[in-house]
């Protein structure tokens, strides 16, 4: 089966997408948590974090070059942001292919809740 984030990539599902090349595609999360909230997603199906290989390590740091740059793109990185990756249930993973959150554009707040 694929998963959700495949169905987009392959536009069998409606994204608006930021970004896209090759390695990943970045489009804007459904169900906004800031003014700013774009997922990068790799091309290649990694389910979580725990699944990166060593040989993704170009891959990965691709992810957060895009990132960085659309962080530039959309105003937000002299004020600054947060990127993060969640894994499996304690990490709060809801579609299992790797994504890296871009959040910003107001003040985030502590990075977890207690
Ligand atoms: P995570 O909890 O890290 O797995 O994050 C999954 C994210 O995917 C959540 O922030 C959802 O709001 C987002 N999401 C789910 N469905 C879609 C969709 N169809 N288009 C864009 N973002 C989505």
Redesign the pocket.
Known sequence: MPT??ER?LNKE????IVHQDERVTA???????APV?I?VVPTKPIPTANDIEDGDEALIGHMFTVARDLARREGIAEDGYRL???CNKH???????L?L?LLGGKPLGPMVSA
């Open positions: 959700l984030f987009i599902i409606p994204a608006t489009f804007r999360d459904i169900q906004p948590r909230h997922l993060i990756i969640n990490g709060g993973q809801e579609v299992y292919h994504h959150h």
